[in-house]
């Protein structure tokens, strides 16, 4: 069975970047048609999607978010990774990873709280 | 861009079903596979329902998804209700200029 686990720091300044890594057990992420992503949950709110890199390598993002993000895999480590620019406490959020296809996920990872502050 | 549309809430007792709806706003629904997930109480979500109407395994047959083109919507059915079916449920869908468009969420409480 497929297993995601994020990691990254829990406290993240402003205008800094938030990093976070999704380690993927139980599966190869290089192989297979899958989409590798990332969804943000604000506190007490709903799911928002940051975006996907499909195995091959090509990357999809929330255009709301497009101008600060970056999704890359390094496929050595079997681990897929997120970076979100410029910072605000707007961007306080649970971090999921979740490996899916085109039209939905279906495992997730059990998520990361981050927090923006000074 | 298109939007899901999901109640905020709905209620029912245990043994009961219960239909959770998710209204698409523009572009039909039967266009792009529905999913639905299921998120409890401080856990990460679980797909529950994909491609419209298909369940993972280790989904109990209590879940069943469809959708209905003369609505525009999809739903979620939950029959048999139990007490740890109270959670959060979300219908997700896309469409070529939008990945992964999530409904708000609705919150369901068996009581």
């Known amino acids: 069975q497929v297993q995601l686990q994020e990691s990254g720091p829990g406290l993240v300044k402003p205008s800094q970047t938030l990093s976070l890594t999704c380690t993927v057990s139980?599966?190869?992420?290089?192989?297979?048609?899958?989409?590798w992503s990332w969804i943000r949950q604000h506190p007490g709110k709903g799911l928002e999607w940051i975006g996907y890199?499909?195995?091959?390598?090509?990357?999809y993002y929330n255009p709301s978010l497009k101008s600060r993000v970056t999704i890359s895999v390094d496929t050595s480590k079997n681990q897929f990774s997120l970076k979100l620019s410029s910072v605000t406490a707007a961007d306080t959020a649970v971090y999921y990873c979740?490996?899916?296809?085109?039209?939905?996920?279906?495992?997730w990872g059990q998520g990361t709280l981050v927090t923006v502050s000074s | 861009n298109f939007m899901l549309t999901q109640p905020h809430s709905v209620s029912e007792s245990p043994g009961k079903t219960v239909t959770i709806s998710c209204t698409r706003s523009?572009?039909?629904?039967?266009?792009?596979?529905v999913q639905w997930y299921q998120q409890r109480p401080g856990s990460a979500p679980t797909t529950v329902i994909y491609?419209?109407?298909?369940?993972p395994s280790g989904v109990p047959d209590r879940f069943s998804g469809s959708i209905d083109s003369s609505s525009n919507s999809a739903s979620l059915t939950i029959s048999g209700l139990k007490t740890e079916d109270e959670a959060d449920y979300y219908c997700?869908?896309?469409?070529?200029?939008?990945?992964?468009?999530f409904g708000g969420g609705t919150k369901l409480t068996v009581l």
């Open positions: 979740a490996r899916g296809w085109a039209a939905g996920a279906d495992y």
């Open positions: 139980g599966g190869s992420i290089s192989s297979g048609g899958y989409y």
């Open positions: 890199i499909y195995y091959s390598g090509s990357t």
């Open positions: 523009s572009g039909s629904i039967a266009s792009n596979y």
């Open positions: 491609e419209d109407n298909q369940r």
């Open positions: 997700q869908s896309y469409d070529s200029s939008n990945p992964w468009v």
